[in-house]
């Protein structure tokens, strides 16, 4: 009665097993995720069906199983509960060593990706000229990217928190802190035509414009202020013009 029973909950699980193979490939680690509790339903199930435990100490046999342990069963197991095991440790081996390389493979493969991705990008600013850097790329810094854009110039990005800029890769960009000379130098400020800085201070922007003056006289520089008393310090700081929301 076990076996039918065991057998039934196995052929009503193959298939939403295979349901959930083809629908989360996509998405590799919810892949994961949902193998190993598939695996661990499976074992829970199977314990409390031919072993007739209950469900924390199923659930116990099927981790202390998987994992290989060998901590001490919960009962001395009969005949079909230790062929259920053996079924359940190769697979379970199976399914823990695919978890580990493809989650390995994950990691490994984004930083190395990640790593490429931002040298590509730092030898292709160092052949830029004449181009334009805006520092902060928020919801100003944002509209003023795809103007620039828009009208063909080529646009360096300065922004502190790589989360506010888009995925897809429609600029150049430079993670740090615009206010750092050895970023705005990064940017390839001393070949730059032009810099606008709208960060969310009038005392970052100002600290940007000074830097930015020192290491390219000839730059044109636009600065944002956020306060009407700011306009005249930034100009005396070295702003060709400053915007005043």
């Known amino acids: 009665m076990k076996i039918t029973m065991y057998t039934i909950i196995l052929s009503i699980m193959l298939p939403i097993f295979q349901f959930t193979i083809m629908n989360l490939l996509h998405s590799k680690f919810i892949f994961i995720f949902v193998l190993l509790v598939i695996m661990l339903g499976i074992g829970t199930t ?43 440790i190769l697979g379970g ?22 790593v490429f991705k931002k040298r590509k990008m730092k030898k292709k600013i160092e052949e830029l000229s004449g181009h334009y850097i805006v520092c902060g790329y928020g919801r100003m810094g944002s ?7 828009a009208s063909n110039v080529k646009v360096v990005v300065i922004e502190k928190n790589k989360s506010n ?17 050895e970023i705005l130098k990064n940017a390839g ?16 922007n100002l600290y940007v414009v000074l830097s930015a003056r020192e290491l390219n006289p000839n730059l044109l520089i636009v600065a944002r202020a956020i306060n009407k008393e700011a306009e005249h310090k930034l100009k005396r700081a070295g702003a060709n013009k400053v915007v005043s929301p």
């Not at 994992?67 to 053996?86: D, M, N, Q, W, Y």
């Not at 001393?190 to 201070?201: H, N, R, Y």
């Open 46 to 88: 199977g314990y409390m069906i031919i072993e007739d435990m209950n469900f924390i100490d199923a659930l116990y046999m099927t981790v202390i199983t998987l994992a290989t342990v060998g901590f001490k069963e919960v009962k001395e197991l009969g005949p079909s509960g230790k062929i259920f095991t053996i079924f359940l």
């Open 93 to 114: 081996f199976g399914v823990f060593t695919y978890t580990l390389t493809t989650g390995a493979r994950i990691i490994i493969e984004g930083e190395i990706k990640e």
């Open 143 to 149: 509209i003023i990217v795809k103007e620039l854009m």
């Open 165 to 181: 800029l888009p995925e897809s890769d429609i600029f150049m960009y430079v993670e740090g802190d615009a206010t750092n000379d």
């Open 189 to 204: 400020i001393e070949k730059a035509d032009g810099l606008l800085t709208v960060l969310p201070s009038d005392a970052e």
